[in-house]
């Protein structure tokens, strides 16, 4: 099977081609999300991700499909301070 090398987080993974920003979460975070973000649960997510340091809103995640040689930043949100 043909993968596309991306980044991820400073890290080199292999997506496969035909993956969006949002199947890349889904992987990443282990929740089953919407095509708008949202969690299927209705839990809060709590993730923001960048494309080449542009954020990208999370109801375009489905449309974002995955390129080699993208650079991905993915953030979590955590309690504290």
């Known amino acids: 099977m043909m993968t596309t090398a991306i980044q991820v987080n400073g890290d080199a ?8 920003l949002l199947d890349l979460v889904v992987r990443l975070t282990g929740h089953a999300l919407h095509d708008d973000g949202s969690r299927v649960d209705g839990g809060r997510l709590g993730v923001a991700v960048a494309v080449g340091g542009a954020v ?4 375009r995640w489905s449309a974002r499909p995955l390129a080699a040689g993208d650079e991905i930043e993915i953030v979590t949100a955590v309690q504290g301070g």
């Open 13 to 20: 993974i292999d997506a496969h081609p035909d993956d969006t």
């Open 56 to 59: 990208v809103p999370r109801s």
